[in-house]
């Protein structure tokens, strides 16, 4: 199987040129090529030479590979269906994956997949439900954004689709590297939000070592109800979680925010909103309150919008900033929790 190129950084680019015998300036016309301009073969490539580009296509894909199927919302939302082959200890493993790309006003969002999958287990997210199938590479994430239809309109991104980001954290990182280096894409860290439910070692190297935007899966403040819908409370607490977050600054330009599925009769009353007042009190952050979207097997409903307003007000009251945030795609299930990457949906 050939190596992707797709991924690469300049310097990588750079030494596969050398080993080929090609100059070393093809190294930037093929970032130009890839990540500038998003294109889909080497033919395309049309001010690097026929015999450079096929000396390129003999030891090297390029690695863009179409989508298989798309869905489109009655709002505009699309949601686009991806075959990938993961690694796993039984060998390679095929799957599906989505990105769904959210539209707003002059804004196009892509919410990236970063697994197949999920280990987390979250009860009501149908992604956690199928279980973990694989990790998916730097070149299959990033042929997320280059193969959908509106990828010279994309203005930022969310690594919210299928997958715990910071489970794959090598690749992800990877890839917010292609997209904010001017040898790649060229965005600015604040056009990328990360969501994670809490890894705490590799949420430390992202805090670190990134300028990105945070998002963080709260969804309960009280321990043992986060437990009993989130497993990962038991090896990564959410308020150890927090209390690593406070030492970072978010008053620039960089942001956090909690995101908070609300849940009628679980998590919704003023005992849920005072406790998260408590947790967040002094931390420059966001809260947004989420409509859960019904799944199978899951005992509760979306909370009703009253107690959403109330809840939201209770948190503004108390200098906690908080807002509801829109729902799209609902009727494609492209909403939050409900990807799961089956044909069938489409």
């Known amino acids: 199987m050939k190596d992707c190129l797709l991924g690469k950084t300049l310097g990588e680019l750079k030494q596969i040129c050398a080993e080929l015998s090609l100059k070393s300036f093809v190294a930037t016309q093929l970032a130009q090529w890839m990540y500038s301009k998003r294109v889909r073969s080497f033919d395309e490539m049309t001010n690097i030479s026929k015999a450079s580009r096929e000396a390129l296509s003999e030891k090297y894909d390029l690695g863009v590979r179409e989508y298989g199927a798309i869905a489109v919302s009655q709002d505009g939302t699309k949601k686009y269906l991806f075959e990938v082959s993961c690694p796993t200890a039984a060998g390679i ?109 590799k949420l430390k190297d992202f805090l670190e070592t990134q300028r990105c935007h945070l998002a963080v899966s709260l969804h309960n403040p009280f321990a043992d109800e986060r437990k009993s819908i989130m497993p990962v409370q038991k090896a990564f607490a959410i308020s150890e979680v927090v209390r690593l977050i406070r030492q970072y600054d978010f008053s620039g330009q ?85 990807l799961a990457g089956r044909h069938s949906q489409q």
């Open 93 to 201: 493993e095929t799957s599906a994956v989505e990105a769904v790309m959210i539209p707003d006003a002059e804004r196009r969002t892509l919410c990236v997949s970063s697994q197949a999958g999920c280990k987390m287990g979250c009860r009501f997210c149908m992604t956690g439900r199928q279980g973990f199938h694989g990790n998916l590479s730097v070149s299959d994430i990033l042929n997320q954004f280059i193969s959908i239809d509106e990828s010279a309109e994309l203005t930022n991104t969310v690594f919210m689709g299928m997958g715990e980001p910071l489970d794959n954290y090598p690749a992800v990182s990877r890839v917010i590297e292609v997209l904010t280096a001017d040898w790649g894409f060229g965005w600015s860290p604040k056009r990328i939000t990360l969501s994670t439910i809490g890894v705490l070692p």
């Open 254 to 338: 960089r942001r956090v925010s909690f995101e908070y599925t609300m849940f009628a009769g679980f998590n919704d009353d003023f005992s849920h909103a005072d406790a998260l007042i408590r947790l967040l009190r002094g931390l420059e952050c966001r809260v947004n309150l989420i409509r859960f979207h019904k799944i199978p097997d899951f005992p509760y409903d979306c909370s009703p919008e009253s107690r959403m307003i109330a809840f939201r007000d209770r948190l503004n009251d108390n200098g906690i900033l908080c807002t509801i945030r829109s729902s799209r795609g609902e009727d494609i299930l492209a909403a939050c929790g409900m």
